[in-house]
């Protein structure tokens, strides 16, 4: 298991100790007792104690894993954005415990010849499952490295056959009042959405999510299913999704509608362009390094440049941002 494997650059306090991977909360709530945390909060009650799931998932491993430590599974399942239950980082690991996952569809539709709705499982079960360690950057200017468990969304895209037409992919997740409190904020217009260009969907690191550190996702990682699009900034990877439909347009995203001059369409992570109100040039990663913590630069595409810089090869990516 990834966890348990010692490489050289990896710090002891980076190390998910046995108990905690194993789902013991109190190890973590008692932060000062021998385990070296950072100062990340996480202040999640004991009674929400995160337990690594029974449901196991089996997968291969991929060649689109980079080979950095992954970020400590406590992080990775209490520092969370998913505003539809709540907009503090430790919230969604509370709040979203009561989501109700089966039976869950996802309804694959528009510019398409074979459109269907899916369960969820039958998806799951579709393609061979693959670990994915990919870094994840957040617009906030952090970044975490997840073990992450799917297949390429091309898998699904193949099997509904986009028409000539379908020139975009629009992601949406769902919105359910009576499941998620955070719906009561006007923050954004629910549901959330999200989008990609299709040749963007069809890129191999595009990931149909299901799982993370070899269980199924936890619901405040946006189970059952999500995407993961790791040359983006994280907001692109909308959480439980519901809907994936082919549009002839580009989709209007939840955050671009929100804030049009803070978030474009496309939202490739990028350092030489700064947020309008703070630079992009440097993260911090969640879990590293504590107070002392240094920040890393933030690389062009994630550092996924090799693998995806041709898809914009032309476009000005200061206008297009
Ligand atoms: N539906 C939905 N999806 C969402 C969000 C959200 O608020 N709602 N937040 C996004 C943001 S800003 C980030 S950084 C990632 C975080 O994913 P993680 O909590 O699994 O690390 O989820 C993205 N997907
Ligand atoms: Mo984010």
Redesign the pocket.
């Known amino acids: 298991m990834l966890i348990k494997r010692n490489t050289p650059d990896l710090l002891p306090s980076e190390i998910t100790p046995r108990q905690v991977y194993e789902g013991r909360r109190q190890l973590i709530v008692g932060a000062g007792a021998g385990v070296a945390l950072s100062a990340a909060p996480v202040s999640v009650p004991i009674a929400c104690a995160q337990k690594i799931s029974d449901q196991r998932l089996k997968t291969v491993p991929s060649p689109h894993s980079t080979n950095e430590p992954p970020t400590p599974h406590q992080y990775?399942t209490t520092?969370?954005?998913?505003?539809?239950f709540g907009t503090d980082k430790d919230e969604?690991a509370v709040l979203a415990q009561g989501l109700r996952l089966r039976p869950w569809t996802v309804s694959v539709e528009g510019e398409v010849l074979k459109p269907r709705v899916f369960d969820v499982d039958e998806l799951l079960a579709m393609a061979s499952l693959e670990e994915r360690i990919y870094r994840?950057r957040?617009?906030?200017g952090w970044s975490?490295v997840?073990p992450w468990v799917g297949y390429s969304l091309s898998e699904l895209i193949r099997r509904v056959q986009p028409t000539g037409d379908a020139k975009y992919v629009e992601f949406t997740?769902?919105a359910d009042k009576n499941q998620m409190p955070?719906l009561s904020s006007n923050v954004?217009e629910w549901?959330?959405v999200?989008g990609l260009r299709i040749d963007e969907a069809n890129h191999p690191l595009t990931l149909l999510t299901f799982g993370?550190y070899g269980e199924v996702l936890p619901r405040?990682?946006?189970a059952p299913v999500?995407?993961v699009i790791p040359w983006k900034?994280?907001?692109?990877?909308?959480?439980?999704i519901v809907r994936i439909r082919f549009t002839r347009t580009q989709p209007v995203t939840s955050w671009s509608r929100a804030i049009p001059r803070e978030y474009g369409f496309y939202s490739n992570v990028n350092p030489a362009v700064n947020h309008p109100r703070w630079s992009q040039a440097t993260e911090r990663r969640i879990g590293e390094g504590g107070i002392f913590q240094r920040k890393r630069p933030t690389l062009m595409f994630n550092g996924y440049a090799d693998q995806v810089a041709s898809l914009y090869a032309g476009m000005d990516l200061r206008k297009f941002f």
């Not at 900034?233 to 439980?240: E, H, I, L, R, T």
């Open positions: 990775v520092y969370n954005n998913y505003y539809e969604p994840l957040c617009v906030e975490m997840i997740t769902l955070g954004l549901p959330y999200e993370l405040q990682n946006g999500r995407m900034y994280g907001f692109k990877s909308g959480k439980s």
